[in-house]
């Protein structure tokens, strides 16, 4: 069974840096691509970044150049470091994980808030 663990939420003030991590069971490169979104209060689940297996990575638009994905092959890890974080990062972030038959996993979530 595929379990992802999120964890590095917290409390921030705006201009402030992050790094959640995703422990993921098993090897990641029995995954199609390794992932993150968030969901903010009201709002729906919102792209963040994507890395698929040949280690290239992909941002949303709102993230792009402040957000950085990375992943440890060997500790079965992948990251998501935050920087110049706005009061408009605040949001539930998850890791998302994409099988080879294209089916989603998911973690629990990691809260993040970002103060003005």
């Known amino acids: 069974q595929v379990q992802l663990v999120e964890s590095g939420g917290g409390l921030v003030q705006a201009g402030g840096s992050l790094t959640l991590s995703c422990a993921v069971s098993g090897s990641i490169f029995s995954f199609n691509a390794m992932g993150w979104y968030r969901q903010a209060p009201g709002s729906q689940r919102e792209f963040v970044a994507i890395?698929?297996?040949?280690?290239?990575?992909y941002y949303g638009d709102s993230v792009k150049g402040r957000f950085t994905i990375s992943r440890d092959i060997a500790k079965n890890m992948v990251y998501l470091r935050m920087n110049g974080l706005k009061p408009e990062d605040t949001a539930v972030y998850y890791c998302?994980?994409?099988?080879?038959?294209?089916?989603?996993?998911w973690g629990q979530g990691t809260q993040v808030t970002v103060s003005s």
């Open positions: 998302n994980a994409v099988s080879m038959s294209k089916k989603d996993y």
């Open positions: 890395m698929p297996r040949n280690g290239n990575s």
